[in-house]
């Protein structure tokens, strides 16, 4: 039987993140946000500092330190599990220094390979590796696939082979498949439907669909993206029972009362 998976919060310390950016850029209202993500159910707080949607501004190092560094510090020192979300390597070991355990690469390591002798180098730091092709355009170029699962299974090896060159042992690393990274709406579901063959890579497996557009375009089209958090939470329980080893969301609480249904359901 599968494990309650864990809920790790999102905490973006962004001006422009596409569902959340803008309000918790100064520090007293990030570590505020990461509090309340745990109060309401977070096992995990994953601070950004860099969007990663469509046309986001691609911020400097030190401004992605500047934004995400008193959070991640005041969260860790209160005792909270964190994350850091980044593809820079600068910005990981700011952050493992900050009491960090997770490094939340969307790229797997292909946007700055650095990023993977960091995480070797600490020797507790926990790898979470995206599957990606590349930055995001609005046209989404690169979202071509033949079978999406038989190929993200492919790529996610590849990311694997290279985290293990660079020194990042099997027990240090948690697979995600990346959803909306390069995929439309049709490839994620392809992806949610084939979530055992993932499984059967053998790492944990973190999922992040929480208020993605695919969700989005199920509801009214004048629907607020926080709308999106009721469909998130169903497919957290739907998805549980896959093994997975966890869900990223924007609003935990609804995701672990989902869980709680489900766990009431199962045993
Ligand atoms: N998606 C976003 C950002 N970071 N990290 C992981 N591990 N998985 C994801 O799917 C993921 C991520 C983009 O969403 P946001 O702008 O709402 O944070």
């Given at each position: 039987m599968s494990a309650r998976p864990l809920i790790m919060g999102v905490l973006n310390v962004t001006p422009?993140?596409?569902?959340?950016?803008?309000?918790?850029?100064a520090p007293e209202d990030a570590i505020a946000r990461g509090r309340a993500l745990v109060e309401a159910g977070a096992d995990i707080v994953d601070v950004g500092g860099e969007s990663t949607r469509p046309g986001a501004e691609i911020v400097g190092v030190a401004e992605e330190i500047a934004r995400v560094r008193p959070a991640l510090e005041a969260l860790s020192a209160a005792g909270i599990t964190t994350s850091i979300d980044t593809m820079n390597a600068e910005t990981a070991r700011v952050a493992l220094a900050a009491g960090t355990l997770y490094v939340n690469d969307v790229s797997g390591g292909q946007a700055d390979p650095e990023l993977l002798r960091v995480v070797a180098a600490s020797e507790t730091a926990i790898l979470i590796a995206g599957h990606w092709r590349g930055r995001l355009d609005a046209g989404d170029?690169?979202?071509?696939?033949?079978?999406p699962v038989s190929e993200v299974v492919e790529e996610l090896s590849r990311i694997v082979a290279a985290a293990r060159a660079a020194g990042i042992p099997d027990d240090r690393i948690i697979l995600d498949p990346g959803l909306g990274f390069s995929k439309t709406g049709a490839h994620n579901w392809a992806i949610l439907r084939g979530l055992d063959r993932l499984t059967a890579l053998g790492f944990p497996l973190l999922i992040g669909a929480s208020r993605k557009r695919f969700l989005g375009e199920m509801l009214p089209a004048d629907a607020e993206v926080a709308e999106r958090d009721l469909p998130t939470a169903v497919l957290t329980a739907l998805i549980?029972?896959?093994?997975?080893w966890g869900v990223r969301v924007h609003e935990p609480r609804a995701s672990a009362r989902a869980l709680d249904v489900w766990e009431h359901l199962r045993s």
């Open positions: 422009d993140s596409f569902s959340d950016g803008g309000h918790y850029l170029s690169l979202a071509h696939y033949a079978d549980a029972d896959s093994g997975i």
